[in-house]
């Protein structure tokens, strides 16, 4: 069944069928919110939630990107969640740390849905590291834009409609979202190894 | 180690969209040409495209667990593919409700009617107050039978007492209790009944129901027999039995419709809640 079917299925009140939507998407959704949240098990109860939302608001989805509809329900929730909490989003030294750990381990790992792979696979924890400080480093605004587009591999339409803002405000909050990780990764430049270093980039 | 870059948000954002794709033909052209003349412009491309290169080499996250939902997370129902069943259900339970309710009211009354004579007589000895506490019986007769059934109403009392009409026991005492306890404490003693009966569900309810209505049909009978044991006075007149036959047939009947109608109703409550529940279970 594709997936116009399974939605068509599931506003019917299919739980079976809404429920495949969500394997197919809970990669994504639960990395989102990862990003946005910056800890690991409020993303989990943010994309927890933002399902179950879904589940309810399904028959107010009028077509068009479901991925896009599903993301913003995710990035509603993550912001309702970091109002909850009135804290800043950004992830602690341990759990990054924790993160690299947990990357290195699971290369292989076939719960890991979603995202792009990776062009390189022998990309080392150190940049992984670091980009993953720098991400955490942005403003809110600036870092939803860089996930969505750069992390997860959105255009910048369907990143406009997941975050409800034109395509131009995409466009430039995205450049200025890649500026700043580029002046964070410089400042880390030694730590990047050599076919990463910005300065050594040939291609 | 290199220093952030001074370069204008225009050339960033158009840099930026460059390496996305995102600038038309002329756009895209007029950049081009000065890449081929700014050499710190094009390093500037060069530093962007690594960093994005960069970002998108970040692998995503191992899920924590499965995110699909039960169906409690979701506020399903699990009888949600069976709404007529439980409607019908409901529907069945709220008539049997309502017609058990109508059929205790009617026993109620026919048992105050019942128990009123023999109570009063029993308590007072006036043989004056039986036919005057009977709603339909004619003013002319009751002087004849004040004179006539004056020594036979004790009697009738008595042969109640004896002789139960029923052979239940429930029915017994409920009829002994009436026939002793003063008039506004019937209606009381018959809800009581009711209330109890109601919280045991309703498969009780069914046998409580039955169990209402014997003790209006045992009181029905005493009835029927004061009113035969005083017409088998020497001068009794005819006029008497036509008078009281006719509203205890009809109480009588009554009653029989109405229970057929609950322990119906009663019964496709349950097969409807049972066939809900069933298929909940298969499906849900």
């Given amino acids: 069944m594709d997936e116009e079917a399974l939605i068509r299925t599931a506003k019917r009140g299919d739980l079976d069928a809404f429920n495949r939507l969500v394997i197919e998407y809970q990669g994504l959704a639960f990395n989102l919110a990862y990003r946005i949240m910056g800890d690991p098990s409020q993303a989990e109860d943010a994309a927890q939630e933002a399902f179950i939302s879904a589940y309810k608001a399904l028959r107010r989805f009028r077509g068009g990107s479901f991925r896009a509809w599903l993301m913003r329900i995710v990035t509603n929730a993550c912001y309702d969640e970091l109002r909850r909490l009135k804290r800043r989003p950004a992830a602690s030294l341990d759990e990054i740390t924790e993160t690299r750990d947990d990357m290195l381990e699971d290369s292989q790992d076939p719960m890991r849905t979603g995202a792009p792979q990776p062009e390189h696979e022998a990309v080392r924890g150190e940049l992984r590291q670091a980009i993953e400080e720098c991400l955490g480093a942005l403003a809110d605004e600036f870092r939803i834009v860089a996930v969505l587009v750069d992390v997860q591999g959105y255009d910048y339409r369907e990143a406009a409609q997941v975050i409800d803002i034109p395509v131009g405000t995409v466009k430039s909050r995205l450049a200025r979202a890649r500026g700043r990780l580029r002046d964070c990764l410089k400042l880390r430049g030694e730590l990047l190894p050599v076919e990463y270093r910005l300065e050594d980039e040939t291609d | ?284």
Avoid: C
Avoid at chain 2, 153 to 161: D, I, R
Avoid at chain 2, 168 to 183: R, S
Avoid at chain 2, 211 to 237: I, R
């Fill in chain 2, 1 to 284: 180690m290199m220093s952030p870059t001074n370069l204008p948000a225009e050339d960033l954002e158009r840099l930026s969209a460059y390496i996305d794709g995102e600038l038309s033909p002329v756009e895209t052209a007029e950049l081009e040409a000065r890449l081929a003349r700014e050499p710190d412009l094009r390093s500037e491309l060069l530093e962007l495209r690594s960093v994005v290169k960069a970002t998108r080499s970040i692998p995503p996250r191992r899920l924590p667990r499965i995110f699909t939902l039960t169906p409690e997370m979701a506020g399903v129902r699990t009888g949600f593919r069976f709404p007529v069943l439980q409607l019908a259900s409901a529907v069945s339970a709220v008539a049997f409700v309502i017609l058990f309710s109508f059929d205790l009211i009617g026993s109620s009354v026919s048992a105050q009617r019942a128990a009123l004579p023999v109570g009063e007589v029993q308590a007072l000895e006036a043989p004056a107050e039986e036919p005057s506490a009977l709603e339909y019986q004619a003013p002319e007769e009751t002087t004849e039978e004040a004179m006539l059934g004056g020594g036979e109403a004790p009697s009738a009392a008595m042969l109640e007492q004896g002789a139960p009409t029923e052979g239940e026991a429930q029915a017994e005492a409920g009829a002994l209790k009436y026939a002793g306890t003063p008039q506004p404490e019937v209606g009381e003693e018959m809800r009581a009944a009711a209330d109890e009966a109601l919280a045991m569900g309703t498969a009780t309810l069914a046998q409580a129901g039955e169990t209402e209505n014997a003790v209006g049909e045992a009181a029905l009978p005493t009835e029927t027999e004061a009113w035969e044991t005083a017409s088998t006075a020497p001068e009794a007149t005819p006029q008497v039995e036509t008078h009281a036959e006719t509203p205890v047939q009809e109480l009588e009947q009554g009653p029989n419709l109405l229970r057929i109608g609950e322990i119906t109703l009663a019964s496709f409550s349950l097969i409807f809640a049972a066939l809900s529940l069933i298929l909940r279970r298969r499906t849900g």
